[in-house]
């Protein structure tokens, strides 16, 4: 039987998430807005297998999909009624069960430099660090006498280790350190055509279990963000991409159109990587996403093969 919500003064919506600050930031907008509902949204904290696992990168322990496996298994036994997820951390594949109920206002999806504090220039002696072989193989051409070498840890743990002298620099997302309000740590934007964003960055994905009644958290959620997601994500898919994959896609509605650039990548990206654009409908979000996988898939045999 589905779940109504006919009693909405005072009933309880309970908002799973990582226990990491910015995790908890992130939930307390959805919290919020569901007090101002009426809603009581208690936020139930969980460490998950992904912020446990510190001394590998993620490709060699199965993804960013183990950043939502305990609270996807909260939803399921219903210890939660909705997680509030980073988007980029939620594997393309999505598990009917469990289905991603909307999305938010787009916070800056660009990806930054940070340097250490009090310092204006990179220190070529240390290395940058990074966890994304996304960015790495986009940044390596912005700085090619600079090494990079991975650094794992909630953001928090990852600026003292660059304060603490480890790295010459952090590659990270605007949208974190902003919700953070840490905006004053960015030394420089990369521009979306310099290292494009991951699929879904800057975006909280709401998820729910198949059957519960969200309909409170329609006034929350953005349509416009659901439609540049699907494209995005569709692109991934499309490559047979995952959220650690090297791959990458950022779209946006531009005059009524829907204009996405993406990066293709095979393996670990030791090949190399093409990247393109693409125009099409907004109402055909996947169809532009799929046309230039295609595209770029072609592309890439072509150059490598």
Do not use: W
Not at 76 to 93: F, M, N, Q, Y
Not at 118 to 125: D, R
Not at 236 to 254: D, K, L
Not at 258 to 277: D, H, I, P, Q
Request: charged letters at 30%.
């Amino acid at each position: 039987m589905t779940e109504r919500m006919e009693d909405r003064i005072m009933r309880t919506i309970r908002i799973g998430s990582r226990e990491s600050r910015l995790a908890v930031v992130q939930s307390e907008l959805v919290q919020r807005y569901l007090q101002e509902q009426g809603i009581d949204a208690p936020i139930i904290t969980m460490k998950t297998t992904g912020d446990k696992i510190l001394d590998r990168t993620l490709d060699q322990v199965g993804g960013k999909g183990l950043f939502v496996k305990e609270l996807d298994a909260a939803l399921l036994d219903g210890r939660s009624d909705i997680s509030v997820h980073s988007l980029k951390d939620v594997p393309a594949e999505e598990n009917p069960r469990l289905p991603l109920i909307g999305y938010s206002d787009r916070e800056d999806p660009r990806d930054v430099l940070v340097l250490p504090e009090g310092e204006t220039k990179l220190n070529e002696k240390l290395p940058i660090g990074c966890s994304s072989r996304r960015r790495v193989l986009q940044a390596q051409k912005l700085y090619p006498q600079m090494g990079f070498r991975s650094v794992r840890g909630n953001v928090l743990t990852r600026l003292k280790k660059l304060d603490d002298g480890e790295y010459s620099a952090l590659i990270l997302a605007a949208a974190g350190l902003k919700r953070l309000g840490l905006a004053d740590r960015i030394s420089r934007y990369f521009t979306t055509e310099e290292i494009i964003p991951c699929a879904g960055q800057g975006v909280l994905a709401l998820q729910g279990r198949k059957g519960f009644d969200c309909a409170i958290l329609n006034g929350y959620v953005n349509k416009e963000s659901e439609i540049v997601v699907k494209c995005e994500r569709s692109f991934i898919r499309a490559v047979g991409g995952e959220c650690s994959s090297p791959v990458a896609a950022h779209a946006v509605i531009q005059e009524g159109e829907l204009f996405l650039r993406a990066m293709y990548s095979k393996g670990t990206g030791e090949m190399g990587y093409v990247t393109g654009e693409r125009k099409g409908p907004v109402h055909d979000p996947s169809g532009v996403a799929k046309a230039l996988a295609q595209q770029l898939m072609e592309q890439f045999e072509q150059e490598k093969g």
